[in-house]
């Protein structure tokens, strides 16, 4: 199985967090390590694994929710066994099911988690006020938790973990469970966030947090197989790949002109072809041929509507990453 | 101490603004009246031992509310998810269990004082001291200290409500029967087996009007017992 590690932290940049050699054992059973790696400020980190690759544990060791075995974790420079207290003043941390107080009202609940992070009374109902708009809530701020849809009560549970202005953000699974309109949303307020804080962001769907992330940590049975940016982990691990291609006409001529760059195994007209006046083009490469592909239609001027790399490629990479070997011959034998 | 209120005003909050809390404040009230009427007036009765039967109904009732609802305290929260609020706030374990302390501490004492109208009604037609009226109060409120702290101590340790009922219910019920383990055993065993027993005979003092130091003390030192062990089970369950 490949292990990639490209772009590092900026090293100019002070580590918000640093781990090294992070072990957590439950029992008999390794769940994380042994795990090393820092994270910039400023930077949004996504840490990506499927189900049980120690994502979570990851994330509550460093919220100070758990006790790491063996090893090193720092944040803002401070050891989380020695100086849990400081730590957690440090970090803002939503779990995969945000912890919500069902009977409070959103302006009440935010009130009471800014106060026991150490925000006096006045600066406590200035920051909820300022998270509230932050995070789109102004207008269920009085309404009561219980009666909140999803995706207003993971806003609410990214509100307490910012309320207090940490350095350092954790969320655990923030799109789980939202819908795409949700899911747009999240983004474009993680996004927004990374003026202020430095964030760590956990899934187990690439598509889910790729577009959010600066860099992307790949974690496989407790450890890191992979690191990187999406394009360097696309571009390594499957060295071309697929890639869709919508052109104006019936694609016909474009089909010729892809079909003769080198490196191309196959064009495919997708399915729906041609509809509306546009035909969609599945381009299989042993190389990323999206420059050459560009400039060729291009030249012959045939009208390009989108070029991208295929999404079930991405997925695949993730997947290829991912997934432990066992589980692969498992699928492969179903 | 400022993050112990602050948890306890949201616990205490939570009781009014959930059903749970007026169910077990009414059902409560409800016992109260019904065996002060039943039990405390019937038959012909000087005036202190009707407040003495007063107070020894109300006792066991104020112990079954405090366990009742201490039972939810830290476990409910941690069947919720709740708990990972607190746990990842800068919040020292004594003020986690402190605020849940004075929060329920302080619901209890609230619904028991309203019971104070049943020992007013004796005035009507019989006399009792003031003095006496305060120190049986004093004696539920020592034993509900007592009792919710034991309950704290289930919820912190137990991982579901269910089983820090049982838990809690099952300590409670040790220490209520200890008396009857100090019968059938010799002396000096005896002795000190009945001196630990949570109701019998320390209450007793109190709903006869009788202020005695070393029951005050009993009951002081049983609370901060099991405070402790929720402090500490506290520790071991939150940062490991």
Redesign the interface.
Known sequence: MPRLFLSPTNPKRAAVIEIQALTKYYGDRKAVGPLSFSIAKGEIVGLLGLNGAGKTTTLRILACDLLPSSGSVRVDGLDVVDNPDDVRARVGYLPDHPPLYDEMTVAEYLLFAAKIRGLSGAEARKRVDEVTSATALRSVRDDVISTLSHGFRQRVGIAQAIVHKPQLLVLDEPISGLDPVQIVEMRELVRNLRHEHTTLISSHFLSEISETCDRLLVLRDGEIVASGTEEELSTRLLEGGSIIVTVRGDGAHAKRLLSSIKGVRSVEVGDGAHRGGVTTLRIDAERDIREDACRTLVLADIGILELTRSERELESIFLTLARPEGRAENGARA | M??AL??AG?EL??YL??PLGWIVASAMLLLDGLLFQVGAMGGAKLSAQVLADFFYYASGITMIGAIALSMRLIAHEREK????????????DWEIIGGKFIALFTFIVGVTLLTAYMPALIFVNGKVSVAHILVGYGGIVLLAAAAISIGLFASAFARTQVIAAVLGAAILGVMLLLWMAAKVADPPVSSFVLALALHHERQRAFMNGVLRLDNVVYYVAVTYFFLLAAIKTMEARR??
């Open positions: 400022r993050n602050l948890i949201r909050r939570s603004r959930s998810g709740t708990l990972v609020l607190i746990n990842t706030a800068p919040i020292r940062w490991r």
